[in-house]
């Protein structure tokens, strides 16, 4: 009996100090800097996202997506963010982006059931040309929201809630509704602030119905959704490559601040 006692102890110690350093572990993990940021990707492994590993993977301390000539897609294609659905946040971070590259971050977005790793929601789209890096365009339903280098509202929605309603009201790859209520500068001229084939910064400040996309600290676009049919107050993160040629697509220092 004694034996079996003492044996009973050594392993409800062994026990406690292993979910005392599971809990230390975690804790590590979700701790905070002094703007209250936390990282969401630790640069060693694909820990807290769930992708495809034929097109992600880590390198050099990197989030790293890419498409080769034997691995073209039909889709697009996401890694996710499984550390929750945040609502009102803020989320900044790096990326570099071969010339022929098409990528974008989601937010506040569904994922799709019958595509895998698909993403259906609002978008900060970046592309290695930057034709597009820096606007607001909603992946898989209103499409642009806003253009580089304007501030819009989107009035309430007042058709159907059906795919086919909803597609009906694109115009030209915009959604037909989207108000431009102001500038914060020419497309061309903001385009000069974003780095070709090198490493750019990009914030996303997300809060009520206000989206705004910076990138290297430059305010590229800003809409106000008064969409309550088809916008979203919470949903999924993820990142993507974009069907087309081979590319490449690097993330790193992902750091998120839920408001």
């Given at each position: 009996?004694?034996?079996?006692?003492?044996?009973?102890?050594?392993?409800?110690?062994?026990?406690?100090?292993?979910?005392?350093?599971?809990?230390?572990?975690?804790?590590?993990?979700?701790?905070?800097?002094?703007?209250?940021?936390?990282?969401?990707?630790?640069?060693?492994?694909?820990?807290?996202?769930?992708?495809?590993?034929?097109?992600?993977?880590?390198?050099?301390?990197?989030?790293?997506?890419?498409?080769?000539?034997?691995?073209?897609?039909?889709?697009?294609?996401?890694?996710?963010?499984?550390?929750?659905?945040?609502?009102?946040?803020?989320?900044?971070?790096?990326?570099?982006?071969?010339?022929?590259?098409?990528?974008?971050?989601?937010?506040?977005?569904?994922?799709?059931?019958?595509v895998?790793?698909?993403?259906?929601?609002?978008q900060?789209?970046?592309?290695?040309?930057?034709?597009?890096?820096?606007?607001?365009y909603?992946?898989?339903?209103?499409?642009?929201?806003?253009?580089?280098?304007?501030?819009?509202?989107?009035?309430?929605?007042?058709?159907?809630?059906?795919?086919?309603?909803?597609?009906a009201n694109?115009?030209?790859?915009?959604?037909?509704?989207?108000?431009?209520?102001?500038?914060?500068?020419?497309?061309?001229?903001?385009?000069?602030?974003?780095?070709?084939?090198?490493?750019?910064?990009?914030?996303?400040?997300?809060?009520?119905?206000?989206?705004?996309?910076?990138?290297?600290d430059?305010?590229m676009?800003?809409?106000?959704?008064?969409?309550?049919?088809?916008?979203?107050?919470?949903?999924?993160?993820?990142?993507?490559?974009?069907?087309?040629?081979?590319?490449?697509?690097?993330?790193?220092?992902?750091?998120?601040?839920?408001?």
């Amino acid at each position: 009996m004694k034996k079996i006692s003492i044996s009973v102890m050594h392993f409800g110690l062994m026990l406690a100090v292993a979910m005392t350093a599971s809990l230390g572990t975690s804790c590590v993990a979700q701790k905070k800097d002094k703007d209250g940021f936390v990282q969401i990707f630790d640069g060693k492994t694909l820990k807290g996202w769930d992708g495809d590993p034929t097109y992600w993977r880590v390198e050099n301390g990197n989030l790293v997506g890419e498409i080769t000539p034997t691995t073209l897609l039909k889709t697009n294609n996401f890694i996710i963010w499984r550390g929750g659905e945040p609502g009102d946040f803020e989320f900044k971070g790096e990326f570099n982006i071969t010339s022929e590259g098409n990528s974008g971050i989601n937010y506040r977005s569904d994922q799709l059931t019958d595509v895998p790793f698909a993403l259906r929601g609002y978008q900060a789209d970046i592309d290695g040309k930057n034709r597009y890096t820096g606007q607001n365009y909603e992946e898989r339903k209103r499409t642009t929201l806003a253009y580089r280098g304007q501030k819009t509202t989107i009035p309430p929605y007042t058709g159907a809630a059906t795919p086919e309603a909803v597609r009906a009201n694109v115009k030209n790859n915009a959604w037909g509704g989207l108000t431009v209520t102001g500038s914060l500068g020419n497309s061309d001229s903001l385009k000069t602030k974003i780095k070709a084939e090198d490493w750019n910064t990009f914030r996303l400040v997300i809060k009520g119905n206000r989206l705004q996309h910076y990138i290297n600290d430059v305010l590229m676009s800003e809409v106000t959704d008064e969409d309550t049919v088809n916008g979203k107050a919470k949903g999924l993160m993820g990142v993507q490559v974009h069907v087309g040629p081979p590319m490449k697509v690097q993330y790193r220092n992902l750091m998120l601040k839920q408001l």
